[in-house]
């Protein structure tokens, strides 16, 4: 079992920045790839972004590429999301998740562990 509790959420401009944080407990960090995912009002969970479990290879959603860093620390078992050049578009609850498979297929990951979920709202 893993807890996931994301931070960091709040409402920005757009064009600023923001950084999320998700606190992980309970089994080894380590052992999980690690992703975000948001859901806007109305739409699908999408992806954002994901990393591996050691070598830190990173995935973006098209979305995102180019604007948004995901990173993790295992000695605060802590994964970010940072977001710049923030757009009304990437209002949405964004949710830390934890997969036992590959960081390359949490694109479609149906199993894992979830955060309960920041809101972001980005005004224009």
């Known amino acids: 079992q893993v807890q996931l509790v994301e931070s960091g959420g709040g409402l920005v401009q757009a064009g600023g920045s923001l950084r999320l944080s998700c606190a992980a407990s309970?089994?080894?960090?380590?052992?999980?790839?690690m992703g975000w995912f948001r859901q806007a009002p109305g739409k699908e969970r999408e992806f954002v972004a994901a990393?591996?479990?050691?070598?830190?290879?990173?995935y973006y959603a098209d979305s995102v590429k180019g604007r948004g860093t995901i990173s993790r620390d295992a000695t605060k078992n802590t994964v970010y999301l940072q977001i710049n050049s923030l757009k009304p578009e990437d209002t949405a609850v964004y949710y830390c998740?934890?997969?036992?498979?590959?960081?390359?297929?949490?694109?479609?990951?149906?199993?894992?562990?979830w955060g309960q979920g920041t809101q972001v709202t980005v005004s224009s």
């Open positions: 998740a934890a997969s036992s498979g590959a960081a390359s297929s949490m694109r479609t990951m149906r199993e894992g562990y």
């Open positions: 990393i591996s479990r050691s070598r830190g290879f990173t």
């Open positions: 309970g089994r080894t960090f380590s052992g999980y790839a």
